[in-house]
């Protein structure tokens, strides 16, 4: 999923500074199951908020909202006429769903209320690792399961460096070193091959904005575009 | 006259004359010699020599070896330096060691993106952006800091340099972008190249209304056109260039035989504008693949002999 990081409310605070009526919208999917933007958070923010500008003699009207998915039109759909009544709209949907609602209430200001850190999965409650920068070439086959464009600090294809250290990264002792994980994984598998050969330059194709539409809607899009 | 870094094209700049730089290509391979034949054509004809870096990102040698190449013939080079490739770490030390090795004048611009060259999936690194490469410069040379914050025992007192387009959209914000650069610290500006003089006209008169020409060198950047073929694909496949189809008529107006020297011609009548256009402190002749042909244009423009100040 995608995991993102509340702002600190100062942040927020000095974006919302000039804007007296303030539409905060939560995204259900995503930032919810981080506990970073579901619909508890904006109710936790939103009473933060209140307070800090009661306290600063500049009172706020919030409104509170949570649609499923902000990085889908058709629930974006759901906050017209609502947000007519607000002078901006506080995201705390990640970068996805920001954008998507700016470019659906073009009229509006749009804040962002969370910074989207990574894509990650769930390691307990409330604790998330970095595991994929979805660089679009993936070789975790490879790599026995271990993303060395991620979990490696230099993102090396064809390591460890010399600067492994007893199975931990150079960067630090808390941050094991992928290579090395990558290694032992395949040696108990008996796929050591894997990485015996030069692992070329990567063709990288995350450099520019990219476009998916799967196969079978391609039709479906040109016919769109006519 | 308190000079920011002693070179040739600071001298002359602030001494008021009119200035004359050129370009090179560096080449596509290790050849010393490739670099001197052109810098042959160059010599005493320009004030500093851009010399390009990685250029519609094509590897070639690289622009500080070149620089210091030219140099060695006896021009000043103005070195380019693009985000593209390096992050902030190489990029400050290679300022370093141009400076060390006697490089006075630097460029500091984007690049265009790896897409368009011979090695479209690399990865970009842009880790800072053109501004951004202004400002650590205008740092480490007046501040005598490191972009990290850290002294530098002998600061780098190089002329920052930095390109506008007049011509890229939307026109209105142009002029904002070149009083940011010039707010981040570039002394000089070289331009894209004019085609649209009525733009670039009135992209200079806003210039001079917000002060900026008082700030900051600019230098018009002229491409004589060496055939139909050239300006058109100019107008249709170079983003954010703007050729009117008047060029290109009076292009096809000419015997087939003169159309390169019609180019020239259109390109020193430019010039002839420039000389007198209140705000434009020089001309930046980028003859691509045609450095042969400088000293001719600069003859015919009545750029010769430069100044010795």
């Given at each position: 999923m995608i995991v993102a990081e509340r702002k600190p409310l100062e942040e927020i605070e000095s974006m919302l500074k000039g804007y007296r009526r303030v539409l905060t919208v939560?995204?259900?999917?995503?930032?919810?199951?981080?506990?970073?933007?579901?619909?508890?958070?904006?109710?936790?923010?939103?009473?933060?908020?209140?307070?800090?500008?009661?306290?600063?003699?500049?009172?706020?009207?919030?409104?509170?909202?949570?649609?499923?998915?902000?990085?889908?039109?058709?629930?974006?759909?759901?906050?017209?006429?609502?947000?007519?009544?607000?002078?901006?709209?506080?995201?705390?949907?990640?970068?996805?769903?920001?954008?998507?609602?700016?470019?659906?209430?073009?009229?509006?200001?749009?804040?962002?209320?969370?910074d989207t850190t990574f894509i990650g999965a769930n390691r307990d409650v409330g604790w998330y690792e970095e595991k994929c920068r979805a660089c679009g070439t993936c070789v975790l086959g490879m790599?026995?399961?271990?993303?060395?464009?991620?979990?490696?600090?230099?993102?090396?294809?064809?390591?460890?460096?010399?600067?492994?250290?007893?199975?931990?990264?150079?960067?630090?002792?808390?941050?094991?070193?992928?290579?090395?994980r990558i290694y032992e994984r395949l040696a108990r598998q008996g796929r050591l091959e894997q990485?015996?050969?030069?692992?070329?330059?990567?063709?990288?194709?995350?450099?520019?904005?990219?476009?998916?539409?799967?196969?079978?809607?391609?039709?479906?899009?040109?016919?769109?575009?006519? | 006259m308190e000079?920011?870094?002693?070179?040739?094209?600071?001298?002359?700049?602030?001494?008021?004359?009119?200035?004359?730089?050129?370009?090179?290509?560096?080449?596509?391979?290790?050849?010393?010699?490739?670099?001197?034949?052109?810098?042959?054509?160059?010599?005493?004809?320009v004030d500093s020599v851009n010399i390009t870096d990685n250029q519609t990102?094509?590897?070639?040698?690289s622009s500080w070896a070149a620089s210091l190449i030219a140099l060695q013939e006896g021009l000043e080079p103005n070195y380019q330096m693009v985000c593209r490739d390096r992050n902030r770490l190489a990029m400050q030390s290679d300022v370093l060691g141009a400076y060390a090795l006697g490089i006075r004048n630097?460029?500091?611009?984007?690049?265009?993106?790896?897409?368009?060259?011979?090695?479209?999936?690399?990865?970009?690194?842009?880790?800072?952006?053109?501004?951004?490469?202004?400002q650590m410069v205008q740092g480490m040379r007046d501040g005598g800091k490191f972009q990290g914050g850290a002294d530098i025992e002998t600061p780098p007192r190089v002329f920052i340099g930095a390109a506008a387009n007049p011509f890229a959209d939307p026109f209105e914000w142009r002029v904002h972008r070149l009083a940011k650069k010039v707010k981040a610290g570039a002394d000089f500006i070289q331009t894209q190249c004019i085609y649209n003089m009525d733009k670039f006209r009135r992209w200079v008169q806003q210039a001079n209304d917000m002060g900026l020409t008082e700030k900051v060198f600019i230098l018009a950047g002229v491409t004589p056109m060496k055939s139909i073929g050239m300006a058109r694909y100019m107008k249709t496949k170079v983003p954010g260039m703007d050729v009117p189809d008047a060029i290109i008529k009076r292009l096809q107006g000419v015997d087939k035989k003169k159309v390169a020297d019609e180019g020239i011609q259109i390109a020193c009548?430019?010039?002839?504008?420039?000389?007198?256009?209140?705000?434009?402190?020089?001309?930046?002749?980028?003859?691509?693949?045609w450095e042969h042909k400088v000293p001719e244009i600069a003859e015919r423009a009545g750029m010769l002999p430069r100044p010795q100040v």
């Open positions: 939560g995204c259900g999917t995503c930032v919810a199951v981080c506990l970073a933007g579901g619909e508890k958070e904006v109710g936790i923010l939103n009473a933060e908020l209140q307070i800090a500008r009661k306290l600063d003699e500049n009172p706020i009207e919030l409104g509170a909202a949570c649609v499923e998915r902000q990085c889908d039109m058709e629930f974006l759909d759901e906050l017209q006429g609502m947000v007519d009544q607000y002078d901006a709209i506080l995201s705390m949907a990640c970068g996805a769903g920001v954008q998507f609602m700016a470019e659906r209430f073009e009229d509006v200001p749009v804040f962002p209320a969370v790599t026995a399961g271990i993303c060395p464009v991620t979990m490696c600090a230099k993102g090396l294809f064809n390591g460890p460096c010399g600067g492994t250290n007893n199975g931990y990264c150079e960067i630090g002792n808390d941050q094991p070193c992928a290579w090395y990485i015996m050969e030069i692992h070329p330059a990567n063709e990288w194709r995350n450099q520019t904005p990219r476009t998916l539409v799967q196969a079978a809607y391609r039709k479906r899009k040109e016919l769109a575009a006519s | 000079l920011k870094s002693g070179s040739n094209l600071e001298k002359i700049l602030r001494a008021g004359q009119f200035a004359f730089t050129g370009e090179l290509g560096p080449p596509r391979g290790a050849n010393d010699a490739a670099v001197r034949e052109k810098a042959k054509f160059l010599r005493g004809v990102a094509m590897v070639r040698m630097m460029l500091c611009l984007s690049g265009d993106h790896q897409q368009f060259g011979d090695h479209p999936r690399a990865k970009s690194v842009y880790d800072i952006d053109s501004m951004q490469l202004i009548e430019q010039i002839a504008e420039f000389k007198e256009m209140k705000g434009v402190a020089g001309v930046h002749l980028m003859a691509i693949e």
